[in-house]
């Protein structure tokens, strides 16, 4: 029997599934080693999840909390408001970032970007006003002139210190530590520190103590006045002792008069006060003679150079109060205004004053009695002026010298005869435009400057200095006179109206 072959006829979309189908099996058949590998994981951003504290002054370090920060710090950058520059990051992991606010952000969002993808705070960053605050100081003790350095933060350009309310010179500032000196009061003992700013006033936690070896000192009115309506007298004039009295003037007495005069006070006659004189020639001493100098030898008075209106002068000569006369002598040898002259060791010497740095001896025994002047030594310094000296132990110490121009006016010299200065301890405080009365108690030299009286103590270190007498309360003492009395030193010192103190330690 034939067999007979059926056909069938496949539809059209019966026929594209299976072509679909094969090339799928195919496809799965395929060798996958020969795919390409898959690409990296697409960046994420990091996330701010919140600010520890929420508000800070500028300066202060907070934390930002988030997700999928860099743990290398330097892969981190975090922008505050107003900031011109990313904020300073002291540590950083995955999830925190601990960040300083900057000097001059505002409050505003915060953004941090790490591998340039970046996230915004979703609240703003408070930025508070800045307030200042004291951490401490250093040191906590010292005499008066000490530096110190109070420590803490946000200080300005305003800030203003005190010690038991006296105000304190301002030497150098940062926005962290302002350094300070000590002003010279005997009234301050342990004290607080204040520092004002605007309307804030804050101390510190403790006291800086003052240290200061020995008593202190005061002037006692003696109750003897020259003005009595206050006025200044003897403007530029000088003064000595002179067969155990003492000689002020030499010089108009007032600025309106047209004669040199002098007054005496007798400490051995008090009640009598100041005694006018009967003025010196004219030709020996001119009415507007100022700034001069003069020096007690041999029961002799030496006057001169100084200054006039025809301008500074050389010359110098004796004056007798007895028969009240000059006797002209060799000039100096620089016409000068406020020299220095000191007896040391039986001998004269006379010297410095403004631009002039020499210093003569003087011999009033050569030339015919006529005396002579001869160079002993320069000084090292720019000039001596407003200055004086005292005799310790056969050693003459010299100041206030100026070292250098437009500097402080403060350095002290000792001169040991024949020729040689020394450069001793600075003095504590510079107050160029009052002249340096001095004076000597035992072994210690005193400098007077208006109302400071600070003591010198000879020492292998070049000496140190105490302020004995710094008081608003105290005398401006213009002149001094030591005078031994009954065996006992006895200092007197007086204003410029004549006003009469002695002395004393407390």
């Known amino acids: 029997?034939?067999?007979?072959?059926?056909?069938?006829?496949?539809?059209?979309?019966?026929?594209?599934?299976?072509?679909?189908?094969?090339?799928?099996?195919?496809?799965?058949?395929?060798?996958?080693?020969?795919?390409?590998?898959?690409?990296?994981?697409?960046?994420?951003?990091?996330?701010?999840?919140?600010?520890?504290?929420?508000?800070?002054?500028?300066?202060?370090?907070?934390?930002?909390?988030?997700?999928?920060?860099?743990?290398?710090?330097?892969?981190?950058?975090?922008?505050?408001?107003?900031?011109?520059?990313?904020?300073?990051?002291?540590?950083?992991?995955?999830?925190?970032?601990?960040?300083?606010?900057?000097?001059?952000?505002?409050?505003?969002?915060?953004?941090?970007?790490?591998?340039?993808?970046?996230?915004?705070?979703?609240?703003?960053?408070?930025?508070?006003?800045?307030?200042?605050?004291?951490?401490?100081?250093?040191?906590?003790?010292?005499?008066?002139?000490?530096?110190?350095?109070?420590?803490?933060?946000?200080?300005?350009?305003?800030?203003?210190?005190?010690?038991?309310?006296?105000?304190?010179?301002?030497?150098?500032?940062?926005?962290?530590?302002?350094?300070?000196?000590?002003?010279?009061?005997?009234?301050?003992?342990?004290?607080?520190?204040?520092?004002?700013?605007?309307?804030?006033?804050?101390?510190?936690?403790?006291?800086?103590?003052?240290?200061?070896?020995?008593?202190?000192?005061?002037?006692?009115?003696?109750?003897?006045?020259?003005?009595?309506?206050?006025?200044?007298?003897?403007?530029?004039?000088?003064?000595?002792?002179?067969?155990?009295?003492?000689?002020?003037?030499?010089?108009?007495?007032?600025?309106?008069?047209?004669?040199?005069?002098?007054?005496?006070?007798?400490?051995?006659?008090?009640?009598?006060?100041?005694?006018?004189?009967?003025?010196?020639?004219?030709?020996?001493?001119?009415?507007?003679?100022?700034?001069?100098t003069a020096i007690v030898h041999h029961d002799r008075i030496y006057l001169g150079a100084g200054i006039t209106g025809s301008g500074e002068s050389s010359r110098w000569w004796t004056f007798d109060p007895a028969t009240n006369t000059g006797t002209a002598l060799t000039d100096f040898p620089h016409a000068v205004m406020k020299p220095i002259s000191f007896e040391l060791q039986d001998k004269v010497y006379v010297g410095f004053g403004n631009d002039n740095k020499k210093l003569y001896r003087f011999d009033p025994a050569a030339a015919n009695n006529k005396g002579q002047f001869t160079l002993v030594t320069t000084g090292p310094f720019s000039d001596l002026l407003w200055g004086n000296a005292f005799v310790l132990n056969n050693e003459v110490y010299l100041g206030r010298a100026l070292q250098d121009m437009l500097g402080t006016r403060k350095a002290v010299y000792k001169f040991t005869a024949p020729d040689r200065l020394e450069r001793m301890t600075d003095m504590p405080t510079d107050l160029p435009t009052f002249g340096t009365p001095t004076f000597t108690i035992g072994n210690k030299g005193y400098c007077v400057i208006d109302k400071q009286v600070w003591e010198f103590t000879p020492g292998a270190a070049g000496g140190s200095w105490r302020a004995v007498v710094a008081d608003n309360s105290a005398p401006s003492i213009q002149h001094i006179a030591s005078l031994n009395i009954n065996g006992t030193t006895t200092i007197y010192g007086w204003s410029a109206t004549g006003r009469l103190f002695e002395f004393k330690f407390n």
């Open 1 to 292: 029997m034939k067999k007979v072959l059926r056909s069938y006829k496949i539809e059209k979309p019966v026929l594209l599934l299976l072509i679909v189908l094969i090339a799928l099996v195919h496809s799965c058949g395929k060798d996958s080693a020969n795919d390409p590998p898959p690409g990296p994981p697409a960046p994420v951003s990091p996330e701010i999840i919140s600010l520890e504290p929420g508000h800070a002054m500028p300066g202060t370090e907070i934390t930002i909390t988030g997700k999928r920060f860099h743990e290398d710090r330097l892969r981190n950058y975090v922008y505050f408001s107003g900031a011109s520059t990313e904020a300073s990051i002291s540590a950083a992991s995955p999830t925190s970032l601990k960040v300083k606010v900057p000097e001059n952000a505002v409050t505003g969002k915060i953004i941090v970007k790490v591998n340039n993808l970046a996230d915004t705070s979703t609240t703003d960053f408070v930025v508070d006003p800045v307030v200042f605050t004291i951490t401490g100081f250093h040191p906590k003790q010292g005499p008066f002139g000490t530096l110190v350095t109070i420590e803490g933060t946000h200080f300005g350009e305003d800030m203003v210190v005190k010690i038991n309310n006296l105000l304190t010179p301002i030497k150098r500032r940062t926005a962290s530590t302002i350094e300070i000196e000590i002003p010279v009061s005997t009234t301050l003992t342990a004290h607080k520190l204040t520092v004002t700013s605007g309307t804030k006033t804050l101390e510190t936690a403790e006291p800086f103590t003052i240290t200061s070896a020995g008593p202190y000192a005061r002037w006692e009115s003696k109750g003897v006045v020259l003005s009595s309506n206050g006025s200044s007298l003897y403007d530029g004039g000088l003064s000595f002792i002179y067969q155990q009295k003492i000689y002020w003037g030499f010089t108009r007495l007032h600025s309106s008069n047209q004669i040199a005069t002098y007054v005496v006070f007798d400490p051995a006659d008090p009640g009598k006060g100041w005694q006018a004189q009967t003025p010196p020639p004219a030709q020996v001493v001119p009415f507007d003679w100022q700034h001069g």
